[in-house]
């Protein structure tokens, strides 16, 4: 045996195999090289995020999360199969009956981006390249411990990474109508019962009626605590950071309800005793701004730190990784099981304001009622370059918010570090436009005679 | 071709209402004998029909479990569940409101049923526009249904109880509407037990959708009709009326019941899957409703608070849809509304539905309203 060996290794067929080991030498270089570049970037946002003045106490669960994931590299902490999910139409409480955790694989990856760059049209939106880019190296534990993977089509990126990931994880796709019709969403009620159906084969734990009201009793827990929390975020003046309250949002991504909810506990109490003690995060009146369009998903949190590193302030965010994720619940009216899978298809389709529908003029109420809620001076319109769905809702937004006299820019902006400077520019004039606009503040008496 | 199809079913479905409704006095579902019975023996109808609608639902059970995929899978989903499953499933904390309406549902309900013999209750000069049936002698109030369906009788009436009757139901009418449908009408409480009934043993519904709401309505419109003409046409409502099978019997009168006997136990079937289900295609309800502009219950929408999250809609048992498309309008009152406040109980957007009385707002939607279905399980954690 040992001689074979020996031949082998000798023989004429020496030569390719050196050249194989050099290139898993090269492989593995190149793994090194994206675990340093990934792992140097998270921690270099978490750094600026801690850094950004005001931040609750109560956060670090948080910052642990996500530091977790991007910085150590590590998976989520649970000891279910975790199923991953894209997109806010996926109904989590269907996949913690199941007995699985889901995950929110929506990427802001920088290093993922530029892998996926070379693996997808270059018109495609950064999102999508840097899911396919992270599924392509195999390092992230995240992507990789995935029992089976959930797209709803909501767009045409989604439905090609959708094809692309189905070559390496077992995927299913929810079809999401363009409109929200009766018909539409009992069809996506059908769609559903096979998702529980595919669930129960990944997991193998059976769905029933008591595993899924736990599913909503977790999930709605977290609801509990997040509508708190975003009724406290409405004071003015502010008692917290956006960009503080957007990496906690990013955070329940990688974290089981249950201890989403029980952080977040933590800092409904901290924000609490903030108003009791009267403690504020500036002395002076911080421009309101109202930051919505594209997914904004951890590390890629450019536009919030920038914002609020400048002077402004993100007193509310309209983003499908921020508040709308958790803001509308799912209303039982029925208490049978059918009646518990129609308040999650009715809640994944009808308070949704993603513009994958045709109609979505709801989104416009909505920005309008968070305006009069939050008192917001201006609104960021953030697009994804290549995001075209964001970018077509821009017109009409822009033309609805000038009759209400709001200023509103769009920022487009791409997973990468080389736009900053001019971001930067772009906002500082944008807060100076809301500033000059907002009534100055007298420091002194008016003088009224000579 | 598709709507030929459709208006031909329409057209045989309403005769098929119409027929059994005009030849109803001659199909006796139970008959007395000529000199009455006792009290406990006139229960009987009522018993039978109590006995022959739990039949139809478990037969229904059956079939629908016999045919429909999906509903194995519920089935299967429903028995795997563990025992405590039913206290898992989120409950929201009774609201004064509702409280309200279903002390105000019972009390009213058993005061017109029994008011007259037990407390000796008779106000029988007021008319209110509520299915409890005026064949019980010994109600409370007259109700209005029928003098509506007996105009000759009416009009033999002296002028004084005419213009009494007329006064009467047109007032309870502006300045309670439909609201008279969902606190005090004695029918719809018998539904709401059902449909209560079946939430309890959480068994699947009947879904209605858009398309199913609009095939109920022609046959709203025939009853409607029958309601008005059936006398002029020689037969006599009160024998296919449903609501007969109530309050007479309940009453201890020997009523013997023809059609209406088999429609109830079609209504008890029927709003045991479906919510009020008799409300859909209530005539009465349906005329009270129709002068739903100038009633003084509205119930009124924020439009910018408005999500668009339809759970108004599913919680909605007359299926009204306009409650969240609408986004010009604060005045949603609907002539199907029977302002049984499901909507604003479950709208999880602070005051984006709310229910006024003149202008004053007595009922109004708040998201720590649903979200206290979660807030139980949290305060249990904590201790």
Partial sequence: ?450 | MRSRKKLVITVLACLGIACPAYFAGNLLFFGFPEEGTDYPGTLLPFLIILAASAAGIILCVFLRRRISGTERIQARASRTGRSGAKDLIPKQKPSVFMILRWGLMIVFSFFMIAGGLLFGLRISSLSIPVLSCPWNREQMAEASCYYLSHLNELFELPLTDILLFFASTLGFTIVLGRIMCGFLCPMGLIQDLMDKLRQKLCMNGFTMNEKRYQAVKPVKWCLLFLFFGLWFAGGNFCNFCPAITVSPILAGMSTSLYVSGFLMILVLIGSFFKRRMWCLVCPLGYLVGLLHKISLFRIRKDCTACTECGACYEACPMGIKLIYTERENTDVTDVNCIMCGECIRKCPEDNALSMTFAGKQIYTASRAQVMSSYQRNLRKEER
């Fill in chain 1, 1 to 450: 045996m040992q001689t074979e060996e020996q031949k082998s290794k000798t023989a004429p067929g020496r030569e390719p195999q050196t050249k194989y080991l050099r290139e898993q030498q090269k492989k593995q270089r190149q793994q090194q090289r994206f675990i340093k570049k990934e792992t140097q970037t998270a921690a270099r946002y978490l750094g600026r995020l801690e850094q950004l003045s005001g931040a609750p106490a109560a956060m670090q669960p948080f910052v642990e999360v996500l530091r977790r994931i991007y910085v150590e590299m590590q998976g989520v902490e649970t000891d279910r199969p975790t199923i991953g999910t894209y997109c806010v139409m996926v109904p989590q409480e269907l996949i913690y009956a199941a007995g699985a955790q889901p995950v929110k694989l929506c990427s802001g990856n920088y290093t993922a981006f530029s892998i996926g760059d070379d693996l997808t049209p270059r018109d495609a939106c950064p999102l999508v390249k840097a899911v396919a880019g992270f599924q392509h190296t195999g390092l992230m534990p995240v992507y990789r411990d995935c029992s089976m993977m959930v797209v709803p089509i909501t767009c045409d990126c989604k439905k090609k990474i959708a094809g692309m990931l189905r070559d390496s994880v077992e995927l299913i796709t929810l079809h999401v109508p363009a409109s929200r019709e009766d018909a539409d969403m009992e069809a996506y009620l059908r769609q559903l019962y096979e998702l529980m159906e595919r669930l129960e084969a990944a997991t193998g734990s059976p769905i029933s009626s008591g595993s899924l009201a736990e599913g909503f009793q977790m999930v709605g827990r977290a609801q509990a605590e997040f509508s708190e929390f975003i009724r406290l975020r409405k004071s003015s003046p502010a008692l917290l950071r956006g960009t503080h309250s957007m990496a906690m949002m990013n955070a329940s991504a990688y974290m089981s309800a249950d201890r989403w909810a029980d952080a977040m506990h933590g800092v409904n109490l901290e924000l609490k005793e903030r108003i009791r003690t009267g403690e504020k995060i500036s002395s002076r009146s911080l421009p309101r701004i109202l930051l919505t369009g594209s997914p904004i998903v951890f590390p890629n949190i450019k536009i919030p730190l920038l914002i609020e590193e400048m002077g402004g302030l993100v007193s509310a965010d309209e983003t499908c990784m921020g508040e709308r994720g958790m803001w509308d619940p799912a209303v039982i009216t029925d208490h049978s099981f059918n009646g518990m899978l129609r308040a999650l298809a009715n809640r994944a389709l009808r308070p949704c304001p993603c513009p994958t529908f045709a109609d979505n003029t709801q989104r416009i109420y909505r920005l309008k009622q968070m305006i009069r809620d939050n008192e917001i001076q201006g609104v960021i319109y953030h697009v994804l370059r290549g995001c075209l769905v964001y970018d077509f809702e821009y017109r009409q937004i822009e033309e609805e918010l000038g009759k209400l006299e709001i200023p509103v820019i769009r920022l487009e902006s791409d997973y990468n570090e080389e736009d900053v400077e001019q971001l930067r520019i772009r906002i500082e004039a944008f807060i100076e436009l809301i500033k000059l606009r907002q009534e100055p503040v007298r420091r002194t008496g008016i003088r009224e005679s000579f």
